[in-house]
Nanobody, 127 residues
Framework: EVQLVESGGGLVQAGGSLRLSCAASGFTLDDYAIGWFRQAPGSVREGLSCFSAFDGSTYYAESVKGRFTVSSDNAKNTVYLQINSLKPEDTAVYYC????????????????????WGQGTQVTVFS
């Protein structure tokens, strides 16, 4: 069964950091790109990044460049999202998702490009 499980969210003071994990099962990271998204209450799901283990590429939305970093551990089949200098506006449910392709080319910030989603992990930032 193809599955993604996020973890690592929590309640953090502004300026702090978090590392979110996305553990994949039922497929290997080399075969499919992984996207990170977030959704705040009343907002649409926002694409944050796309990571391709196949070609080692990572793309970031302009709004998070410099603060968000994606990494992976292929042995654990896990992708990580490091978030630094957290702001209250980062408060949202964060999701990882498996793309239907191995690379991040194309509309990789569009949720419809992804076929399997994790359950999400809540990040709450207070000032």
């Amino acid at each position: 069964e193809v599955q993604l499980v996020e973890s690592g969210g929590g309640l953090v003071q502004a300026g702090g950091s978090l590392r979110l994990s996305c553990a994949a099962s039922g497929f290997t990271l080399d075969d499919y790109a992984i996207g990170w998204f977030r959704q705040a209450p009343g907002s649409v799901r926002e694409g944050l990044s796309c990571f391709s283990a196949f070609d080692g590429s990572t793309y970031y939305a302009e709004s998070v460049k410099g603060r968000f970093t994606v990494s992976s551990d292929n042995a654990k089949n896990t992708v990580y999202l490091q978030i630094n200098s957290l702001k209250p506006e980062d408060t949202a449910v964060y999701y990882c998702a498996k793309a239907g392709r191995f690379d991040c080319k194309g509309s990789y910030y569009v949720p419809a490009e992804y076929e399997v989603w994790g359950q999400g992990t809540q990040v709450t930032v207070f000032s």
